[in-house]
């Protein structure tokens, strides 16, 4: 890790010597500053892509020839120095020291433009785009590893350049050749914010009632009226210019989401010569939030002056399609963010735990010996395994929903199909599982320090913050769980489920031939019975035209099969984990933290089974107006 700067603030751990330290507002306790402390680990991210995956096995295909192992590795170790330079030692102080509305502008930290400039510079937004269009046609498992870095040093400033990324993916994907060329090298290279633009006032979860509008013109533009909110980065003094993909109806079009279009709406326009002018966007409010801080949330108006511009994508009425691009996208990067901040609040609960000395082992009461780390409770391994068995899990899943994403890119025909569908009926699960269980992760990090994790004098406390947007955004739990039992598990006939099923039975089938892996693989055998006929009760009840009481808990059907899949990734690490355990302690550590999870979450799909097999439909009988 890097020298801190001298100016850095200072939190507070306990002291392994047990010293008093001046200044200290804990009393008896040592500095600790949060920026120098471990976010990530790379032994385990390298097992994951490496031992689990087997990514480097892409660079056999003609797409991503030209990388290679040692290419993977140096990508890896260049995105943890700019994590540990540039983002962790600020990340504190976008906490502390959140954008603000001056004069009709945001005003963000200082260190975001430099860190722009850095990214675009480095390769960064554009590395998963082609060679042709500027980028490094990095594979999306890579990419993905480095996201996780990023958002684990500092998730506020990491969301910066990649949501260029996305929204310059849309105009890539789908705008003309001319708007390629007059967005992305500027994008790309970090001098313009990139945005999707699609909630409103009036219209969150429910796009069919946007009411942003769309006026042709003989000129080739639209003229947009209408107004945003909850933009991220929607406006900000850290770059030149912010570029909307927009979400608009243009005049006489079909109603609900068929009449939805995706416009470039940039907040200032190319002038002939070249000079950007005002497009008539203007922010008109910014939202403060309860964590993600530094990362301003805009609310943003356009056309007051009946002068903004918008720039067709695509055809016409096809929006939502071409948008659902970038917003599954940014459903698995959710659960990628999500996965990133647990990590950096395991990581600081787990080297707290280990110097902060507190009673004795529970069969001394001899009050003259000194006390141990309570990291040698029980309890506060159990706390400290969960967190693992969360952060690990998820960042498992989610490289392999990259890796199928790369899968999908390489192969034809039925192959291709197959991870597409596979990639389909995950992205719910990638996106909620990950979130819903950093929210608890995070909440046991603050409990491992105690009443020290409740005070700003320690990192726990933001990373709980900053957790709890990942459940609401890009479609609340809610929303994916009406996805998944509405939807993902139907399509195609059912094709996508199977193959989710056929994919955790290959890994049940070989862990039951190795005698350390053959009681957790018929657990697992009998938790996916399970879900199968929990998924046929309830498909029943549709076919009886019960379709509020069918759809009642479909966010509980979402957390069993969440927990199923991340009981496959433990169960598929474990076969990579077998023959090397006697090598040395960070396996064992992995083959605890994968007994943990059959012991204590898997068993919790027990209880939602119970539940979702229930007749009793009390949430669809509780009448409103019984509400006090």
Known sequence: MHQIPDNSEIFYRPSPEGKKLKNSPSGGWGAFNCMTEQYISLRNLRFMLYEVLGAEKLTQYPLYQEHSPENFEMILESALELGDRMMRPYNLEMDRNEPQLVEGKIRVHPKVRDFMRTAGEGGWVAAPFPYEAGGMQLPVTINSACGFIFNAANYSMSVFPFLATGSAGLI???????????????????????????????????????????????????????????????????????????????????????????????????????????????????????????????HLSMGNNDDCRGWLVGEPHKGLAYMFQMMNEARIGVGMNATGIASAAYYASLKYARERPQGRKIENKDVTQAQVPIIQHADVKRMLLFQRAVVEGSLSLLLQCAYYTDLERVTE???????????????????????????????????????????????????????????????????????????????????????????????????????????????????????????????????????????????????????????????KQGLAIQPKIAEDSFYQGKMMTLRYFFQYELPKIEGLAKRLLSNDFTTVEMQSEWFE
């Open 413 to 571: 025909g039925e192959a291709k199909e197959k991870y597409a569908l596979l990639l389909d009926f995950l992205t719910p699960i990638a996106k909620s599982y990950p979130s819903e269980m950093g929210v608890h992760s995070t909440s046991a990090a603050v409990q491992i320090l105690g009443g020290a994790g409740y005070c700003k004098d320690f990192p726990v406390e933001q990373f709980f913050r900053e957790s709890r947007i990942h459940p609401i955004h890009e479609g609340t739990t809610g929303i994916h769980g009406l996805d998944l039992l509405g939807r993902k598990i139907t399509m195609k006939n059912g094709k996508a489920f199977q193959l989710f099923l056929a994919e955790v039975n290959e890994v049940i089938d070989k862990s039951l031939n190795i005698n350390e892996l053959a009681d957790f693989a018929l657990e697992l055998q009998w938790a996916v019975a399970k879900l199968q006929k929990v998924a046929q009760h309830l498909f029943g009840i549709a076919q009886q035209g019960e379709t509020e009481k069918f759809m009642a808990d479909a966010t509980l059907f979402l957390e069993m099969t969440g927990i199923i899949a991340i009981a496959w990734q433990w169960l």
């Open 172 to 298: 890539h994907s789908f705008a003309s050749q001319e708007y390629q060329d007059r967005y992305l090298p500027k994008m790309f290279s970090g001098e313009w914010q990139g945005t999707m633009a699609l909630t409103e006032p009036d219209a969150g979860s429910s796009l069919s009632d946007i009411t942003t509008s769309a006026e042709p013109t003989e000129y080739g533009y639209y003229k947009i009226k209408g107004q945003k909110i909850y933009i991220s980065c929607g406006d900000h003094d850290a770059c030149e210019n912010v570029v909307h993909l927009m979400l608009a109806k243009i005049k006489g079009a079909p109603l609900g989401v068929k009449g939805i279009s995706l416009f470039i709406v940039p907040q200032k326009r190319l002038k002939n010569d070249g000079s950007l002018e005002s497009n008539d966007v203007q922010t008109a409010g910014l939202f403060h939030k309860c964590g993600y801080k530094g990362a301003p949330i805009a």
